[in-house]
């Protein structure tokens, strides 16, 4: 994916160094859903410079509740049929973020 969006942006070679990642960001952070509803997650990346990018193509997702709320690999959360509560993990380069989603 990393390298579809290089050739998107017009495959440049910049000689300059990249700021490294310090910060991952989730979007929403908390949401309440219906059963068998669905939201799709942000995922934003803060470089140290403070520049801002959206890197949820590049991001890994998982549940630790799948019955309760699942993610898929592009960061769409499907609600299951169950209440209760699941945390939802995205991951960028070393770095995490999480979204609580609750089912009432």
């Known amino acids: 994916r990393r ?3 290089w050739i998107a942006e017009g495959a440049r070679f910049d000689a300059a160094p990249i700021p ?3 910060a991952l960001e989730v979007e929403p952070t ?10 799709q997650l942000r ?30 690999g592009r960061g769409l959360i499907q609600a299951g049929d169950k209440p209760g509560e699941a945390a939802i993990l995205a991951r960028y380069m070393g770095h995490v973020a999480v979204c609580r989603v609750t089912l009432p």
């Open 3 to 5: 390298l579809v969006r």
């Open 20 to 22: 490294p990642v310090v």
């Open 30 to 39: 908390l949401r309440q859903l219906a059963l068998g509803s669905t939201q």
């Open 43 to 72: 995922v934003t990346a803060v470089d140290a410079a403070g520049n801002r990018r959206c890197v949820t193509a590049e991001a890994e997702f998982d549940s630790n509740a799948g019955t309760v709320a699942g993610v898929d």
